[in-house]
């Protein structure tokens, strides 16, 4: 029996960020597929975004790879100086050490389900262009290095 | 712009395997996302099987990990004694070194297309416990290391 049951996978619910940052990220759940599995290399997470809901600060990581699939719903790509509206059965990559940091805003009304693919993402750091915020595997830091 | 194009990712068609043991696995198509996206530590590809098809012969990874996530239509999980249906929105993981070897068959009289997720694939040797075969980097072999 290799199928997973969705609904006893780990949940995930809202976002760990300092405020005000976790606000516009808190609406939403983590389905931790691979966790459920007992996947090691590749993370995969089933993502519920509620209207109005972001997946995240947009971000860029220096050693993790990222791949969304979108299973249900409708989501805004926001990269720098870029919007692409991506529907069921779209998909988008992010590639480790790309300074165009991205996130996903649903601001339909309905929910919106993506499927989250990473790996590599040891010793891996994220960079928030747009916000006072770094994150490493020790915790949250303002861009001067003084952890939140 | 990060949406991936899938129409102009690239294609691989049919199945390697020494006859016989290509003929079940011909009539798919693989969508080569992750290399369309240039990612290199996820392996991602949206599997197209056509009714009758097999996703390839039931086999285990000694490395890989793999994620199969069904998009649409319905497939066959054979394992070891067992078979599971898997309808779109249902997920299964293979651990690597798990000798419980695995494929999908569709048997419906519709297409059905998976997004299979994989890592890891370094190194990687994959064990066949229904037919004459194993594959290696260097290629495929007997069960006794005559190449094929």
């Given at each position: 029996m290799k199928k997973i049951d969705i609904q006893s996978a780990p949940l995930s619910a809202g976002s760990r960020y300092p405020e005000p940052f976790a606000a516009?990220?808190?609406n939403k759940v983590r389905h931790?597929?691979?966790?459920?599995?007992?996947?090691k290399q590749i993370g995969v997470n089933l993502l519920d975004l509620a209207?109005?809901?972001?997946?995240s600060q947009r971000h860029w990581h220096s050693q993790a790879e990222e791949f969304v699939y979108v299973v249900e719903g409708?989501?805004?790509l926001v990269t720098e100086g870029?919007?692409?509206?991506l529907r069921a059965g779209d998909c988008a990559a992010f590639l480790p050490g790309d300074p165009d940091g991205h996130h996903l805003q649903n601001r339909s009304g309905a929910l919106a389900r993506i499927e989250v693919g990473s790996a590599n993402m040891?010793?891996?750091?994220t960079t928030y262009p747009d916000v006072d915020?770094?994150?490493?595997?020790?915790?949250?830091?303002?861009?001067d290095g003084t952890p939140y």
């Amino acid at each position: 029996m290799k199928k997973i049951d969705i609904q006893s996978a780990p949940l995930s619910a809202g976002s760990r960020y300092p405020e005000p940052f976790a606000a516009p990220c808190q609406n939403k759940v983590r389905h931790r597929l691979a966790a459920a599995a007992g996947l090691k290399q590749i993370g995969v997470n089933l993502l519920d975004l509620a209207p109005g809901a972001w997946s995240s600060q947009r971000h860029w990581h220096s050693q993790a790879e990222e791949f969304v699939y979108v299973v249900e719903g409708e989501v805004v790509l926001v990269t720098e100086g870029c919007e692409e509206i991506l529907r069921a059965g779209d998909c988008a990559a992010f590639l480790p050490g790309d300074p165009d940091g991205h996130h996903l805003q649903n601001r339909s009304g309905a929910l919106a389900r993506i499927e989250v693919g990473s790996a590599n993402m040891r010793n891996d750091e994220t960079t928030y262009p747009d916000v006072d915020l770094r994150a490493a595997a020790s915790g949250y830091f303002h861009k001067d290095g003084t952890p939140y």
